[in-house]
Each structure stands twice: as C-alpha cells, then as structure tokens.
C-alpha cells in the first residue's frame, strides 16, 4: 500500500497553492470552506498564468500573497506566438516555465496545489500532488479502460450529452505527469472525489438531434443549441459539483485519508480500515465510498 500524501490536521495543515486562469469561482469556494473552520489544508497562495483572470481580485479580498506566472509572455519572450504543446521546443518552453514556478511554490513552502480552474499542463505535477477538479464523470469507463468524459472546456459535457447520458458528476482527481502533448495522459489520475448526480436537461432536444448538431458544425467556435445547453450544465455542474466537493476531498486528501494498493486501486481510510474504493461521493448529507463492483450501477 502507498499512501497518497503524508497525514496533516488542523493543527498542522498543508500549505497549499490555488491555481486559477479565469473567473475563480472554485478558488473563491475553497476559501470561503476554510473560513468556516479549522481545516487540514491552509491557502497561502493564489496564482495565476494570465493577468486577464481573478486571482487578483480573489487574492487580494483573502489577505493571501498573489503570483502571476505570465505563461503567454514567456512564451513570446522567447518568440513563440502559441503556448500548444505541438513541438519539441513548445514542449521545451512549458518545462522551463514550469521550472520556474515550482521554484516559486517552494519559496513558500507550498505541499499541495489545487488546480481551480487553470488551464495550462505543467510539470508541477511532477513535483507537488496536484488536485484537479473536472467537469465529467471520470469513473465511467470504456471497455478499452479509457475514461469517455475526460477532456477539456466542453468536450466532457457535450460527450455525455450527446452520449445519452441521463446525469452529469463532477470529478476530482489527483492529476498526473504528462509525456509528449499529454493528450495521452489528460485526466488520468486517480479519482478521489465525485459529485453527486446531477441531472441532464435537454428536452426537447434528444441525444441523436445533439449528435447531429455537433456533426454538422464547420469549425471554428460554436454558439449553436449544444454549446449553449454545455454551458448552462457547466454552470449547474460548478454550483452543486465543484463547489462541493472539491474542498472536501481536498480536506481528506490532506489527512491522508486516500492510498493505493498494490495493484494500483484506490483505497480510502474510513476511520476503521483502509477499504477499496472506485471513489468517493460527496454530497451534502457526507462522503459515501463507492465500491469498486458499484461501477456503472446507481449508489
């Protein structure tokens, strides 16, 4: 067995580091939940890759330290118009820029970073246990083991949407080093946390009416029916997903609560026994471990 991370309390949390690009609601959620009691975890730093985002605002308004890592001007500092991971020497530039910032997180001291809505894949992942929170089931798989739902922006929501999906989940995984342009590797870590269901809504639209809508896009950005009913279940999933259970996880994370076993399966410390898990559900009424043969059923 191997434990995922060494066991803090309240009375000796982890130092830890939010990492946003955008709005910063799931930043701004994990620090109302550690204003409102003594946690295993403790924000000492906000950071951000874009000056375009909140973070300013959301550091400033919690009395915590600001870091912006402009990845954009690091790039073109070193003439590259594109931060994509598509060549040898963007892929260069990405570890060099990931470098960097870790060496800042250490001058904090930071143990644990939590991904709240940032976007860039960085190496850090390497360094620190990096907590992501992702707007899709990832404890639904194929039967090639691939998780159906990973992905970035809407891909995941318009997927299960035009999968015939009846529920969304929001997931929170420990999130893991890439290779290459870590298409390969995108949201593969182990999923510690999952919301609870939350509904689809589409009618009058069907699944099949979605699929086409999707087949007949030109390219480009989309603002047709599905990119639009993506966005307003986004926004549900970040109200009744993200903001709950992120935190949360974070907090058993931090108490060492999460292991794996030998043969790679996740394990969770109910307080008795180390037990085998395919996640953990967290909603409002407690957490809920979901066994592993509990796959593809109702909980």
């Not at 699929?211 to 970040?238: F, N, P, T």
């Not at 794996?260 to 407690?286: E, N, Q, R």
Request: hydrophobic share 35%.
């Amino acid at each position: 067995m191997r434990e995922l991370f060494c066991r803090h309390t309240d009375l000796a949390p982890a130092r830890t580091a939010i990492l946003l690009s955008g709005e910063g609601s799931n930043a701004e959620a994990i620090l109302r939940y550690c204003r409102s009691g003594k946690r295993a975890f403790s924000p000492e730093l906000v950071v951000t890759d874009t000056p375009l985002s909140r973070a300013r605002e959301i550091a400033h308004a919690a009395e915590l330290p600001l870091l912006l890592s402009d990845i954009r001007a690091f790039y073109a500092s070193s003439g590259e118009e594109s931060i994509r991971l598509d060549t040898p020497r963007r892929r260069e530039l990405r570890r060099a820029w990931s470098d960097g910032l870790g060496r800042e997180l250490d001058r904090y001291g930071i143990e644990l970073v939590l991904f709240a809505g940032f976007m860039p894949m960085t190496s850090l992942t390497e360094k620190f246990p990096c907590l992501n929170v992702h707007p899709g089931d990832l404890t639904v798989t194929a039967p090639d083991g691939s998780r159906p739902f990973a992905g970035l922006h809407y891909k995941p929501v318009e997927d299960a949407l035009c999968g015939g999906m009846t529920y969304l989940r929001s997931s929170v995984i420990l999130a893991q080093p890439y290779a290459g342009d870590g298409k390969s590797d995108m949201d593969s870590g182990p999923v510690i946390g999952v919301s609870r269901k939350i509904p689809v809504e589409i009618a009058p639209d069907t699944p099949e009416t979605l699929s086409e809508l999707r087949a007949s896009r030109q390219g480009g950005s989309s603002s047709d029916r599905l990119r639009r009913l993506a966005e307003s279940h986004i926004r549900r999933m970040k109200l009744l997903g993200d903001h709950v259970i992120f935190s949360r996880a974070a907090e058993d994370f931090a108490r060492g609560r999460f292991a794996l076993d030998d043969g790679g399966g996740l394990l969770f410390f109910d307080g008795g026994a180390w037990t085998p898990v395919l996640s953990v559900t967290y909603a409002d009424d407690g957490a809920m471990p979901i066994s592993r043969e509990t796959r593809g059923r109702e909980e």
